[in-house]
């Protein structure tokens, strides 16, 4: 029974990286396909749901703000657009998606801020896409804690790995004496 275990554990310890990288792969598929809709609301639908719910507010402000600032500070205020900062965060959710079956952790901070943006600021009026959104955001803050508890296992591994070969060359030598 023991041989059938030690055989299991082996299995699973030599194929857990595959697995990881292909739950990975699958795991950014859905930030990429996601990207890939709001890349297609931005261009095709005549704006996506950032330019919808806050590109009118940004307008305003900026025409009618601009003109107090000047009046008041002889400041000019730069024409600002939200299709600009829609595109940068689809992008940044698409780079971020590529670098995150790589399997590091920045991309997954870069992930947890585009979904957090993408979520916060233009409230969704449909409750299905808030919980997926909430759900994605969980699944993320799921895998940094992870990341960051096997990151923090390996480095106690390490240390005791290098405190018992630091006695070991002291004893050898001892013995050699």
């Given at each position: ?41 931005h ?21 009618y ?12 205020v ?13 992008t ?76 070991k ?5 001892s013995?050699?004496?």
């Amino acid at each position: 029974m023991s041989n059938v275990k030690n055989m299991m554990c082996t299995t699973l310890t030599r194929s857990m990286p595959a697995i990881a990288f292909f739950g990975r792969m699958a795991f950014a598929l859905v930030f990429i396909i996601s990207a890939i809709q709001d890349y297609a609301d931005h261009f095709g639908g005549g704006g996506g749901p950032l330019e919808k719910t806050v590109g009118p507010a940004v307008n305003v402000m900026t025409k009618y703000g601009s003109k107090v600032l000047t009046f008041y500070t002889g400041m000019q205020v730069v024409a600002f657009d939200v299709r600009l900062l829609e595109f940068s965060l689809i992008t940044a959710k698409g780079t971020a998606a590529l670098w995150f079956i790589f399997g590091q952790s920045m991309p997954a901070y870069f992930l947890l801020a585009t979904q957090m943006l993408s979520t916060v600021i233009p409230f969704p009026t449909n409750l299905n896409d808030f919980t997926q959104n909430l759900t994605l955001m969980g699944a993320l803050l799921y895998y940094i804690g992870l990341k960051h508890s096997i990151d923090n296992l390996e480095e106690g591994g390490k240390s005791k790995e290098q405190e018992k070969e630091d006695d070991k060359p002291s004893t050898s030598k001892s013995k050699a004496n």
